[in-house]
């Protein structure tokens, strides 16, 4: 089974920048898509980018778009999450997914369409 371990949270100040990483093992996980979600505190669980593994194809979510961007290292097994421009309201828990199954259209920006999680990282936005 795919095990995915989040890294790199922290305390980050407002319109500064912080990469978070996602450390992948023990399955194909490159076969399909690795997504990132995030989840304020008192919010519903959001969709933050998708990356596919092999094609290199990222999407974003519409809150993030622009000042965020997703990167992997297929040596290392690890994706990144790029956040530029942070804002007070990207403070949450960040959390890396990934699928065993193909999905498509807006499919995949559904949690449910993902298997496997990793435990979190939280982000601090000060002002």
């Known amino acids: 089974q795919v095990q995915l371990v989040e890294t790199g949270g922290g305390l980050v100040q407002a319109g500064d920048s912080l990469t978070l990483s996602c450390v992948a093992s023990?399955?194909?996980?490159?076969?399909?898509?690795m997504a990132w979600f995030r989840q304020a505190s008192g919010k519903a669980r959001e969709f933050v980018g998708r990356?596919?593994?092999?094609?290199?194809?990222?999407y974003y979510g519409d809150s993030v778009k622009g000042r965020f961007s997703l990167s992997r290292d297929n040596d290392k097994n690890t994706g990144y999450l790029q956040m530029n421009s942070v804002k007070p309201e990207d403070a949450a828990v960040y959390y890396c997914?990934?699928?065993?199954?193909?999905?498509?259209?807006?499919?995949?920006?559904?949690?449910?369409?993902?298997?496997?999680w990793g435990q979190g990282t939280q982000v601090i936005v000060s002002s």
């Open positions: 997914a990934a699928q065993d199954y193909a999905c498509s259209g807006y499919g995949c920006y559904d949690s449910d369409a993902y298997e496997h």
């Open positions: 023990g399955g194909t996980f490159r076969s399909n898509g």
């Open positions: 990356l596919t593994w092999n094609g290199g194809l990222t």
